[in-house]
């Protein structure tokens, strides 16, 4: 299920279209309020094929992605955008509860992701890895 959060006041330049993919529904709402209060524009999916096709069809700035997700994971995910459309990989924060090695957090790094966060998250240093991203 898609879920988009906007706020109407102080539309501006600064304020980010950020797509969440992760099926973990408390994370989700955590940080798209956090987002939304941030004067963020938040779309929300709990599916890693509904966030792929969000990908092809949408305009994102930043895209937080969860690795661990039921039938189409995070690595599917990157594996698609490494095939057909590279240039979203930068967009791309991953998010995970796994611990990942060092060895693939560098292969993230050589695909040109942007960053790579372990749960629970910092939500002040997921914002800020999210605006480095459009700066």
Known sequence: MSNTISS??????????????DDNEQITKMISSF?????HECTVVNDGKEGVELIKTHQFDSI????????????????TLQNED????????????????IETIRKFKDLGISSCLQKPVDIDQLLSKITDITN
């Open 8 to 21: 109407p006041e102080n539309q501006n330049e600064s304020r980010l279209n950020v797509l969440i993919i």
């Open 35 to 39: 987002l939304d209060m941030s004067n």
């Open 64 to 79: 937080v992605l969860d690795l661990a997700m039921p039938e189409c994971d995070g690595y599917e995910i990157l594996d």
């Open 86 to 101: 590279p240039s979203q990989l930068s967009k791309i924060i991953i998010l995970t509860a796994s611990n990942i090695p």
